[in-house]
């Protein structure tokens, strides 16, 4: 299932909601979701949402809040048109904010650093496309049920995580 969902993602692509929420379903299930749990990037559409909340209802798994990070554009592109991966361990970093030590290659293990095919620009361009027109209606949809709060999502990560956590009263 995850292979699948890989395939679509490569392409800038939102993964079908069947294998979307069947991994959901399945991860949520672990023993180190009992007590909590943080979803990234899910879910993206209203009904995405409507099956997580399906998913959560059975599971008796209230949803606390939904962050979303309001990010300019050009500064997502250039975020991650930079973003580099290991082809060997999977350590990222960022040749803006978190380069390497020597250009290329990993400090962890030594390994190549690529780019993921959906780390190009214009891959980025097509997967904001598809963000203003699936996934930006679940701000009213959250908003409706009292859950949604929007961070500003400028700056170095420190900052950022600290507005989160005000935000969240953590």
């Known amino acids: 299932m995850g292979r699948k969902a890989a395939e679509y993602m490569d392409r800038g692509e939102l993964v079908p909601d069947e ?14 979701c009992r007590d909590g749990f943080v979803l990234d990037g ?15 209802e059975e599971m008796g798994k209230p949803l606390d809040k939904v ?5 300019p554009d050009e500064v ?20 803006k904010t978190r380069p390497p030590n020597k250009d290329q290659v990993c400090d962890l293990c030594g390994g190549k650093l690529i ?3 959906d780390d190009v620009p214009d891959t980025i ?22 859950l949604w ?9 420190e900052e950022v995580f600290e507005r989160i956590g005000r935000a969240l009263g953590i």
Do not use: H, W
Request: charged share 35%; glycine share 6%; with cysteine.
């Open 76 to 95: 997502i592109v250039e975020r991650l048109s930079a973003r580099r991966i290991c082809e060997r361990c999977g350590q990222e970093y960022n040749l």
């Open 115 to 117: 780019q993921r095919p």
């Open 149 to 157: 709060i929007e961070i500003d999502g400028v700056g170095d990560v």
């Open 19 to 32: 294998i979307i929420l069947g991994l959901v379903r399945e991860r949520l299930s672990q023993m180190d």
């Open 125 to 146: 361009r097509e997967r904001l496309r598809v963000y203003r027109e699936k996934t930006e209606p679940l701000r009213n949809f959250y908003l409706k049920r009292g």
């Open 67 to 71: 962050v979303s990070l309001a990010v």
């Open 42 to 56: 899910f879910p993206r559409t209203i009904p995405q949402a409507e099956g997580l909340e399906r998913i959560l």
